[in-house]
Structure formats: C-alpha cells, structure tokens
C-alpha cells in the first residue's frame, strides 16, 4: 500500500511538471518554425529548427535596445527596491515608532491597487510635477526605476520584514556594547544575516519589473521600451509575427532563468527564514 502511494506521488508530479513546463516547450517549437509551418497540422515532435527567427531578433538593432532597457530598468529598479525595503523594515522592526503598523499595512495596500488606477497620476506626475525645463521622467529609464517602486517597493518591506524580525535584538545591543555605531551594526550584524531573504526579494521584484507590461506601454514611447512591449509592434493590420513573437519570448525567459539559478539556493530559505521564532 505504501509503495502504490509512492508511485501515485511520483506520477502525480510528472503531471504537474508536464502541464508547467509544456507550454514552454510548445512556445520554443512555435520560435523554430518558419511561418509557413505554423499553420499547418501541429506537430509536437520537432523535425528541423528555423532558426531564422532568433537571427532577425538579434539583428534587430530595435530589439537589442528594448532588451538593453529591460535589463537595465529591472536591475536598477530590484536594487532601489530591496535597499530601500530593507533600511524601512530594519526601521520598523527596531525602533519602536507610533502607528508603525498603520504604517506598514499603508504600504501594502499600494501593492494591492490595480496598476491602472495609478497610469493618469503616474503620468502627470513624470509630465508636469517633477519637470525641469524641457526634461521630464515621461521615457526614461529613471522615470520608470521609480515608477516600478510603487509597486515592487512596498512588496519588499512585506518579504523582507519577517527576516529582520526574526534576527534577535539582542545582537544589536551586543554590538553596541562593543562599540558599534548603528551604520556598523546595520552593515555588519543585520545584513549578513539578512542576504537570504534579500536574495529571494530581489529576484522576486526583478522577475515583476522584467515582466510588467502595462506601466512600461503607457509611459514609454522609444527611448525606455521594453522588450514585453515590443511584443506588440509585431501584431499589425496584415498580420501577426508568431514565429519573431515566439522567440522574443524566449529572450525574455533567458535572463530570469538564469539569475533564478544564481540564488537558487537562497530561495527556500529567505522564505522560511523568521516564519519560526524561539
């Protein structure tokens, strides 16, 4: 009995592996098929790779520069993001401030809005509030760095305060007592101890950056695109690019793979770091 459940769990997870990852695949086979192929019967098993539609992706000098934002907007905005969540979480677990629950239950209900109600503030803000001369945030990188910290920010002090809670006090009054200034105890107590659960935030507020759509296609025209913006310019009046479309979703799923695989290990355990305090 106890080895028909072992073989039903094992089955059991093929299935869900097979159901997360076959859209992956079947994404990967629509990118390696010329257009032609595309609209004859489907045929799971590939029998030759076009790889016609990731050359026109890499020469294309729009591309190159739409996923050059990407990687530049996520990372700076993911950085921004778990700096700044950290120093507010460190804050609102150590001093003891009035209404510091208010507080951050205010900062999560900013993450719990839809984007669109902030598309109209969010864009008389970048033209008209925080305008010097003729520059304005409206296109820009740093426009929409800060931008994604509506959303992403209060999201980090949400993941990150259980870390910081879940760190003894008492190593910051041991510290102190040797000497240490509160920079020092922040820097060199708190943060080591803390980089899981920074690593788990970061990717997470990356992976949210790279893949927003709807701020990023409202409030970029050329100079900040974004490469999941750019999937659109491939659906015209006289047809739709599934092939080019296909492979430009790849590009997009390379990146977060491979910085998912750089943390990987910090995953689990910035999770369920401070979920059990002693």
């Given at each position: 009995?106890?080895?028909?459940?072992?073989?039903?769990?094992?089955?059991?997870?093929?299935?869900?592996?097979?159901?997360?990852?076959?859209?992956?695949?079947?994404?990967?086979?629509?990118?390696?098929?010329?257009?032609?192929?595309?609209?004859?019967?489907?045929?799971?098993?590939?029998?030759?790779?076009?790889?016609?539609?990731?050359?026109?992706?890499?020469?294309?000098?729009?591309?190159?520069?739409?996923?050059?934002?990407?990687?530049?907007?996520?990372?700076?905005?993911?950085?921004?993001?778990?700096?700044?969540?950290?120093?507010?979480?460190?804050?609102?677990?150590?001093?003891?401030?009035?209404?510091?629950?208010?507080?951050?239950?205010?900062?999560?209900?900013?993450?719990?809005?839809?984007?669109?109600?902030?598309?109209?503030?969010?864009?008389?803000?970048?033209?008209?509030?925080?305008?010097?001369?003729?520059?304005?945030?409206?296109?820009?990188?740093?426009?929409?760095?800060?931008?994604?910290?509506?959303?992403?920010?209060?999201?980090?002090?949400?993941?990150?305060?259980?870390?910081?809670?879940?760190?003894?006090?008492?190593?910051?009054?041991?510290?102190?007592v040797d000497g240490a200034?509160?920079?020092?105890?922040?820097?060199?107590?708190?943060?080591?101890?803390?980089?899981?659960?920074?690593?788990?935030?970061?990717?997470?507020?990356?992976?949210?950056?790279?893949?927003?759509?709807?701020?990023?296609?409202?409030?970029?025209?050329?100079?900040?695109?974004?490469?999941?913006?750019?999937?659109?310019?491939?659906?015209?009046?006289?047809?739709?690019?599934?092939?080019?479309?296909?492979?430009?979703?790849v590009f997009t799923l390379?990146?977060?793979?491979?910085?998912?695989?750089?943390?990987?290990?910090?995953?689990?355990?910035?999770?369920?770091?401070g979920a059990v305090k002693?």
């Open positions: 009995m106890k080895r028909q459940r072992s073989w039903l769990y094992i089955l059991f997870w093929i299935s869900i592996s097979f159901a997360t990852l076959f859209p992956i695949y079947w994404l990967f086979v629509i990118s390696v098929k010329p257009a032609v192929d595309l609209f004859t019967t489907p045929e799971v098993i590939l029998r030759g790779i076009y790889w016609q539609n990731y050359l026109d992706v890499l020469n294309d000098r729009t591309l190159r520069s739409y996923m050059a934002n990407s990687l530049i907007i996520s990372t700076g905005n993911a950085v921004l993001c778990t700096t700044l969540g950290f120093f507010a979480c460190y804050a609102l677990s150590r001093f003891n401030m009035s209404g510091k629950e208010s507080i951050f239950f205010w900062t999560i209900t900013n993450r719990m809005a839809p984007p669109a109600v902030f598309l109209l503030p969010l864009f008389l803000l970048m033209t008209q509030v925080y305008r010097i001369g003729d520059f304005t945030l409206l296109d820009t990188r740093l426009g929409m760095i800060l931008v994604y910290c509506t959303f992403n920010l209060p999201f980090a002090i949400w993941t990150l305060r259980p870390t910081v809670d879940g760190i003894p006090k008492e190593l910051d009054e041991a510290a102190f200034s509160a920079w020092k105890v922040i820097t060199e107590v708190i943060f080591p101890l803390c980089r899981p659960g920074l690593a788990v935030t970061l990717i997470l507020t990356w992976v949210f950056a790279w893949n927003e759509y709807l701020l990023a296609a409202t409030l970029t025209n050329f100079n900040a695109r974004t490469l999941t913006t750019g999937l659109s310019e491939y659906v015209t009046t006289t047809g739709t690019a599934w092939g080019i479309m296909a492979a430009i979703s390379i990146p977060a793979l491979i910085v998912f695989g750089l943390v990987q290990r910090h995953i689990v355990a910035g999770l369920t770091f002693g």
